[in-house]
Nanobody, 114 residues
């Protein structure tokens, strides 16, 4: 079973940027679609960005134009570049396959101050 470790979160002011990383313990080459999810306090976990093995991407409307997902199969890592951050982006961010059949990692906290 592959394990996922997210990192790169932190506290940033509105308008700032962060780059999240998701390191897998084993190859993700065979996983067709990987995604970044987030869960804000009191809300359900939601998928915000998706990337296929062919590097096709899709984004939730709330992050479109601001977030960019990428993957490096050789490094077994998925990235999320987040620009123009807003307070409503505050959440714990997780990566997983789509559908999310991998055991969830600990996530990385992103806090955006106004």
């Amino acid at each position: 079973q592959v394990q996922l470790v997210e990192s790169g979160g932190g506290l940033v002011q509105a308008g700032g940027s962060l780059r999240l990383s998701c390191a897998a313990s084993r190859s993700i080459f065979s996983i067709n679609a990987m995604g970044w999810y987030r869960q804000a306090p009191g809300k359900q976990r939601e998928l915000v960005a998706r990337i296929t093995s062919g590097s096709s991407t899709n984004y939730a409307d709330s992050v479109k134009g601001r977030f960019t997902i990428s993957r490096d199969n050789a490094k077994k890592t998925v990235y999320l570049q987040m620009n123009s951050l807003k307070p409503e982006d505050t959440a714990v961010y997780y990566c997983n396959a789509i559908p999310s059949y991998i055991t969830w990692g600990q996530g990385t906290q992103v806090t955006v101050s106004s």
